[in-house]
């Protein structure tokens, strides 16, 4: 029988039918001598053990069109990072790290901010000209009053998307509006630090019945998935993401507004750093590039510079 992980929590995986039937299911040890580990969103196999209990096992898991490790999910067809305006202020360096991450796996993000029923417009202003210039769709709304979902939804309309972003901007508040069944607890935040609980403890996919035509459906040619419903995969909340496989010579690829710039560049290969005559530097110093970009490319360059040392002493090992 085949079927959609819809979470997965200490080794049990729920696994839903084609008939919404869910079971719970454990993997078979040969994903484990294979180094392959079941995800949210995988299409997956499943051995009926109990039927009365909906128990079975995963038998085999359907070749995925894409995997992020952070969060990790499979088969998506699109991120939105969601974070707030204000309260908690939104950390720039940590979106960025996001927007790398996504841009690695060629997933388009739609960056969505929330609150803006208790912010200024210069604060929505300063984000959005920080980011649309970069080629990414800005959205603002107002989980609350319930602003800007109506074009969210068109942009989430028969995908599979990923919800992710940190703790305490309203990631569960807009889950609970795009599903009213889910009844996910939402957290409160912590007036000390303006740091949200954690309430998502696990990734789990939803259907969102209302932007759904006509559900999954298999191909009996070629035994793949034919899917035509929309899906919304909410995510634990993250304070740090760590790059992978970047390089500094490879940052600026990450940064596609620098792209316009670089041909007036003195150097080929200029790193943007400290070279005279940079056409980047020099679109940042005329506005047309956000400084607050740079200043985070800067960050995440000297970071990345730092790192080569410790990767150089492991391979000597």
Known sequence: MKGRILKGI????????FEEKVYECKAKGIFRKSNLKPLVGDDVEIDIIDEEKKLGNITEIFPRKNQLLRPPVANVDQAVILFAIVKPN???????????????????????????DIATKEEQQELYDAYEKCGYKVLFISVREERGLDELKELLKGKTTTLAGPSGVGKSSLLNKLVPNADMQTGELSRKIERGKNTTRHSELFFVEELSGDVSEQNADDD??????????????????????????????????????????????????????????????????????????????????????????????
């Not at 200490?10 to 039918?17: H, M």
């Not at 500094?248 to 790193?271: D, H, K, N, S, V």
């Open 224 to 317: 793949t998935f034919v899917d035509n419903g929309t899906y919304v995969i909410d995510t634990p909340g993250f304070t740090s993401l760590e790059l992978r496989d970047v390089t500094p010579e490879t940052l600026c690829q990450f940064y596609p507004e620098f792209t316009e710039y670089e041909p007036e560049c003195r150097f080929g290969g200029c790193a943007h750093i400290a070279e005279p005559d940079c056409g980047v530097k020099n679109a940042i110093a005329e506005g047309k590039i956000a400084k607050v970009r740079y200043d985070n490319y800067k960050v995440l360059y000297e970071e990345l510079k730092n790192m080569r040392p410790d990767y150089s002493k492991k391979a000597r090992r």
């Open 90 to 116: 939104p950390s720039y360096n940590l979106l960025d790290r996001f927007l790398i991450m996504m841009r690695q796996q060629n997933l388009p993000v739609i960056i969505c901010f929330n609150k803006q």
């Open 10 to 17: 200490a080794g049990f995986y729920y696994v839903e039918t």
